[in-house]
């Protein structure tokens, strides 16, 4: 297959040309096999192949399949077996990570809406394992929840009947989105500064070095990049699907509007300071002041929303 592809691309006047050095050809070949890779990781995804196979071929531009098995070499079958495994340790693990990041740590749940907010974190927790587990980058998780955020708060100043629209680009242009992405740059240089203490309980420290350690896992999927283009679009439309499963859910339970949106607001930060290799303690002090941190977010979007804050 890799022939054929590199018969197919290769430029018809290279019969003609005069003779190239070796670095010339060599860049030539590695562009050819980066393009074949590319068409083949599409063509996989496309066709739902299994994560860890996507996986394996990423890492070795091979792939084994019952019917070429014999093909290969008993040491070729050895490591592609070996990255089938390493994907499934991996998984389980950052799969862990994901339900510890998402629980609300400093929320007793006793009260009526620290079970409302439990819930909601939790769904939203789900849906990022089921984007991890499918591959899909943290950034398209990221940018996703910042829009479901976003549309929320932005709703309540539309039709009560408005549905979400996510082809439509520019739904959001005239929300000044630097000016939101700063409200969470203040806080975090003041929080820490004022009457907001920077220690955290043992409990929590312990938790913050379980994820830092696994964040500097070389290939973790916490900061994936995007991928472009059409693949990049379908990635989103994954992620939309499964956080409008998780809102609906919600729905369905009784969650209310507001509580979602602030959970909402929660998973964007939280998958924004994963992305951005934030300290893992920034998090944990906003997430201790949720109350305050909701607050000045909402003062920011009240000329969007038409809250009336309090």
């Known amino acids: 297959m890799k022939d054929k592809f590199r018969a197919r691309t290769v430029d018809s006047s290279d019969s003609t040309r005069g003779p190239e050095t070796d670095e010339a050809l060599r860049r030539d070949a590695e562009a050819r096999e980066t393009a074949w890779r590319a068409e083949m990781l599409a063509k ?50 950052e799969g862990r990570l994901i339900d510890l990041c998402f629980r609300l740590h400093h929320e007793s749940g006793r009260s009526a809406i620290g079970r409302q907010r439990r819930f909601a974190a939790s769904e939203f927790g789900i849906a990022v394992l089921s984007a991890h587990e499918q591959g899909i980058s943290s950034f398209a998780v990221e940018q996703i929840f910042r829009e479901s955020w976003l549309d929320v708060v932005v709703r309540r100043s539309r039709a009560a009947d408005s549905e979400w629209e996510p082809t439509d680009h520019h739904r959001f242009d005239y929300v000044d989105r630097a000016s939101v992405r700063n409200v969470l740059n203040q806080l975090r240089d003041d929080l820490p500064e004022q009457r907001l203490p920077v220690s955290t309980g043992a409990a929590v420290e312990k938790l913050i070095a379980k ?57 964007w930060i939280r998958m924004l300071i994963f992305n951005e290799h934030e300290d893992e303690r920034v998090f944990h002090i906003l997430d201790k002041y949720w109350e305050q941190v909701h607050a000045t977010f909402q003062i920011r979007m009240a000329g969007y929303s038409g809250l009336l804050v309090q």
């Open 44 to 93: 996989f995804r496309r066709e739902k192949a299994s994560p860890d196979f996507i996986y394996a071929f990423e890492k070795t531009g091979d792939f084994v399949t019952s019917e070429n098995r014999d093909d290969w070499s008993a040491k070729e079958l050895k490591e592609w077996d070996r990255l089938l495994q390493e994907y499934h340790r991996r998984t389980a693990m």
């Open 211 to 267: 994820i830092e350690a696994a964040r500097a896992t070389d290939g973790s999927w916490f900061g994936k990049p995007p991928a472009p283009g059409v693949e990049g679009e379908r990635e989103n439309a994954v992620v939309i699907d499964e956080i409008n499963h998780a809102i609906f859910h919600c729905g369905q339970v009784g969650i209310p509007e507001d509580v979602i949106e602030s959970m909402l607001l929660r998973s």
